[in-house]
């Protein structure tokens, strides 16, 4: 397949990366971080997520910070929603678009979520159907769609029936999500031909984890399979408190710089990018794990205009 021209990211910093930080990072400076990655180009943003205060006190101000951006046109915000009482609270500051999350294995599930991967798809139906009767559009996140770190292989017959499961309740896009770092660029192709064949009218996204350098070779592979929207995270910041061993997702500035250098538009604005990653790790306090940032991009992955 001919590789698509153009390519949507979705930069999940704010989301991912941030709730994998010890530290708890204030809300006006997310705030203001999530402002700055919104004049980049960038067309969605995963802001927040509603999860439990006491499980995530770095998400506990999601409100405060969905209140507080300065919404720019043609962004979309994105809060990620783990169960009904986080879509109760999603409800009080009427996101346009919501996220949710199940993990493909059952037993990461259990740990991410505290219930089966039956139980979760019943929770998931009624918070799609909340969602419909809102207006909102929904989307649907498949954590360790290519491996657990409690389980090893994950068969793709259990990502698949839970990507068939969201198309049937209504969602526009589903993504997979490579949470502990396992994936190979043959098992995105075969899963990826594997979705392609079953979704209709669906958006098919990705999300790497390089938790063992395979991120980026991951991204081509899902290029070559016509896929056009990735996920990743400003710095490389995350991974997943409940997924031993996973580290952080694709650097977006890496994943930028090798599309753009490829003659893919992102319609992103490195330059611009790579002062966000300049805050972020003032922020964090700690070197962050992207290359791009580290050594600088070369001349012809700039933007000319």
Partial sequence: MKIPDKVTIIEVGPR???????????????????????????QYIQVAIFGHPKVMPQVADAEEVLKGITRREGVTYLPEVPNLRGMERALQVKPEEIRIVMCASEEQNKALLNRSVSDSL????????????????????????????????????QAEKIAVTYMDMGFHEVSLGDTTGMATPEQVRDLVRRLHRKLKNVRLSLHFHNTRGTGL???????????????????????????????????????????????????????????????????????LPSQVFKVGPVPWALKTN
């Fill in 217 to 287: 070779a991951n991204v081509y592979a899902g290029l070559l399979e016509g896929v056009t929207t990735f996920e990743s995270s400003i710095g490389g910041l995350g991974g997943c408190p409940f997924a031993p061993g996973a580290s952080g997702n694709i650097a977006t500035e890496d994943l930028v710089h090798m599309l753009e250098s490829m003659g893919i538009d992102t319609g992103i604005d490195l330059l611009k990018l790579l002062e966000c990653t300049k805050l972020v790790q003032n922020v964090i306090g700690k070197e």
């Fill in 16 to 42: 991912d990366g941030f709730q994998n930080e010890p530290m708890v990072i204030p809300t006006d400076v997310k705030i203001d971080i999530i402002d700055k990655l919104a004049q980049t180009g960038l």
């Fill in 122 to 157: 019943n929770e998931v139906g009624e918070i799609a159907r909340i969602a419909s009767s809102k207006g909102m559009k929904i989307g649907g996140s498949i954590a360790g769609a290519f491996g657990s770190s409690t389980e090893g292989w994950v068969p793709p017959e």
